[in-house]
C-alpha cells in the first residue's frame, strides 16, 4: 500500500512538473515573440530602442561617431557627440557612455546596474562584443562606414555590405549614402539591384529610388535595373511616387521616359496609374514618341472614367502627331461608355487635325462602337462641323449616320452636312444616305435643306434627289420636296 502510494506521489509530482513546464515554455514563446523595433530623430538626438520579451537595448546618440576600422569600439566623436548604449536582460542592466571631451579626446565609462566599473577589460570588451551588431542593425556610424568600405572597395563592397544590414530603415540609410557616391556609370545596375533585394519596405526603396531617379535612370543598364526596381514595389501609391518624381525630372528624354512609363504599366490602381501619366502631360518638354508610349500605356487602365481623361488631357497638347491620334483611336477600342468615348471624339475634332486615314478610323470606331445614335449624331456633327474631309471620309461619315436607328439623328447629322459648299459627289452621297430614313417628316427636312445646291447641279444629282424623294408616303411632304427643287 505504501508503495503504491508512493507511486501515486511521484506520478503526481511528473504530471505536475509537465505542466508547469509546459506552462513556462509558452511564457517564454510569448517573451520571444513580443519583439518590437524603435527609430527616431530629432533635434540632432538619435535613439534606438529594440524590446523583445525581458530583454531591451537602447541606443542614443548625439553628434558625428567615427568606427575603429573593426567596428568594435569608437575612434572619434564630433565635439558635442556623445553615444549611451543601455541593454538590460532578465532585469540585470549593463551601460556604456562615451563622451566628446573637445579636441579628440573620449571620456568611455561602463556600468554594471548602478555601479559604475573599470572601462578596462570589461567595459571595453562587452563594446567590443555589441557594437559589430549595433552598426549592423542601426544608422550608427553609417557614414564614416560607408566612406571607409568605398574607398577599400568601391560600390561592389557596400553593395555586399547591404546584406549584412538588419532592417528597411537601416539599409535604405546604407543606400542613400552609397549614391551620394561618384558611382562609374557601369557599376549603377548593380547598386540599384542590390538595394532593391535588400529593401523589403515599400516606402523605404521607393524613397530611395525617388531621391536618385535622375542618377538610377542614367544609363540603358541602369535604367532597365531601375525598372525592375520599381517593379518590386507592390504600393500602387509608391509605386506612383517614384514615377511621378522620375517624370518630373526627365520628361525631357523619351528613352528614359519609355522605361518609367514601363514601370508604370504594372500599377495596379486606376486612379495612380492616371496621376502618373498626367503628371506627364504637366511637363513643358514631352517628345511626341513619349506621348506615344503614354497614349499606348493608358490601354492599361480599365476605367473608361480614367483613362477618357489622360486621353482629353493627351489631346490638350499641341499639335499632336498622326501617330498619336491612331494610337488615341486604338485605346478608344477598348472604351465602353458612349459618353467618355465620344467626349474624346469631340475633343479631337475640335482640338487637332485629323489626316483622312485617322478620319476613317474615327468614323468607323463610332459605327462599330457605340451604341447610342444621340451621342454618336453629336461626334459626327463635330466632326463635320470641325474638320476637312476628304471624299471619301465624308461618304463614309454620312452613309454611317444614315444607318442610325432614329430617324430625328440621322436627319440632324445631314442637315448638317448639308449646310457645307457641297460637291456634285458630295450631294449624291448625302442623297444616297437618305436610304434608311424611314420617316416622311425627317427625309423631307434632309432633301429640303439640299433643295438649293441640287438646283443648281446637273441633272444626275437631281435624279438622285427625286429617287430619294420617292421614298415619301405621304403626298403633303412628297409635294413640298418635289416643289422646292422646280
Known amino acids: ?71 568594435k569600439d569608437i575612434k572619434s566623436l564630433s565635439n558635442d557627440g556623445y553615444l549611451e548604449i543601455t541593454k538590460t536582460v532578465f532585469g540585470s542592466k549593463r551601460a556604456i557612455v562615451v563622451e566628446s571631451m573637445g579636441g579628440g579626446k573620449l571620456k568611455k565609462e561602463y556600468y554594471e546596474g548602478r555601479t559604475k566599473m573599470e572601462w578596462e577589460p570589461n567595459g571595453k570588451n562587452w563594446l567590443a562584443e555589441i557594437l559589430p551588431e549595433i ?120 528613352a528614359q521616359v519609355k522605361i518609367i512609363l514601363q514601370s508604370a504599366a504594372t500599377i495596379n490602381s486606376d486612379y495612380y496609374l492616371s496621376v502618373v501619366l498626367t503628371t506627364l502631360l504637366e511637363q513643358k518638354d514631352v517628345k511626341d514618341e513619349s506621348l506615344n508610349e503614354l497614349i499606348l500605356v493608358s490601354k492599361n487602365i480599365p476605367s473608361d472614367y480614367y483613362r477618357t481623361q489622360v486621353l482629353s488631357k493627351a489631346l490638350e497638347r499641341p499639335g499632336i502627331s498622326k501617330e498619336a491620334l491612331k494610337n488615341m483611336v486604338g485605346a478608344l477600342g477598348g472604351v465602353n461608355s458612349d459618353y467618355y468615348k465620344t467626349n474624346v471624339f469631340n475633343s479631337m475634332a475640335e482640338r487637332s487635325v485629323m489626316e483622312p486615314d485617322v478620319q476613317i478610323m474615327v468614323i468607323n470606331l463610332i459605327k462599330e462602337s457605340v451604341d447610342s445614335d444621340y451621342y454618336a449624331s453629336g461626334s459626327l456633327k463635330n466632326i463635320l462641323e470641325h474638320q476637312k474631309l476628304s471624299e471619301e471620309s465624308f461618304k463614309l461619315l454620312v452613309f454611317v449616320a444614315g444607318d442610325l436607328s432614329s430617324a430625328n439623328y440621322a436627319s440632324d447629322v445631314l442637315r448638317t452636312a448639308s449646310k457645307n459648299d457641297l460637291s456634285k459627289e458630295q450631294l449624291i452621297n448625302i442623297l444616297n444616305a437618305t436610304a434608311n430614313i424611314n420617316s416622311d417628316h425627317y427625309l423631307t427636312e434632309v432633301l429640303s435643306s439640299l433643295a438649293s445646291q441640287v438646283r443648281s447641279s446637273d441633272d444626275a444629282v437631281k435624279e438622285a434627289y427625286r429617287k430619294a424623294g420617292k421614298k415619301i408616303n405621304s403626298e403633303t411632304y412628297y409635294g413640298r420636296a418635289m416643289k422646292a427643287i422646280d
Not at 1 to 28: H, Y
Not at 184 to 204: G, K, M, Q
Request: proline share 2%; with cysteine.
Open 135 to 254: 552598426v549592423r542593425s542601426t544608422t550608427l556610424g553609417a557614414e564614416g562606414r560607408v566612406n571607409r568600405i568605398f574607398a577599400k572597395g568601391g560600390s561592389g563592397a557596400v553593395v555586399a555590405e547591404l546584406s549584412n544590414l538588419k532592417g528597411d530603415y537601416t539599409c535604405a540609410h546604407y543606400a542613400k549614402l552609397l549614391l551620394e557616391k561618384n558611382i562609374p556609370s557601369s557599376e549603377l545596375a548593380n547598386v540599384i539591384s542590390a538595394v532593391a533585394e535588400n529593401i523589403e519596405s515599400d516606402y523605404y526603396l521607393s524613397s530611395v529610388l525617388q531621391n536618385n531617379a535622375d542618377k538610377l535612370l542614367s544609363t540603358p543598364d541602369a535604367a532597365n535595373a531601375f525598372l525592375t526596381g520599381t517593379k518590386k514595389i507592390s504600393s500602387a501609391y509608391y509605386k506612383s511616387v517614384v514615377l511621378k518624381a522620375a517624370l518630373k525630372k526627365l520628361s525631357a528624354s523619351p
Open 1 to 71: 500500500m505504501n508503495q503504491f502510494r508512493k507511486l501515486n506521489g511521484n506520478l503526481l509530482l511528473i504530471i505536475i512538473i509537465l505542466i508547469c513546464g509546459r506552462g513556462f515554455a509558452q511564457e517564454e514563446t510569448a517573451s520571444k515573440s513580443e519583439s518590437s523595433s524603435e527609430t527616431s530623430s530629432h533635434n540632432g538626438v538619435n535613439r534606438w530602442k529594440n524590446t523583445s520579451g525581458l530583454n531591451s537595448f537602447n541606443i542614443e546618440s548625439r553628434g558625428k561617431i567615427e568606427l575603429t576600422e573593426d567596428d
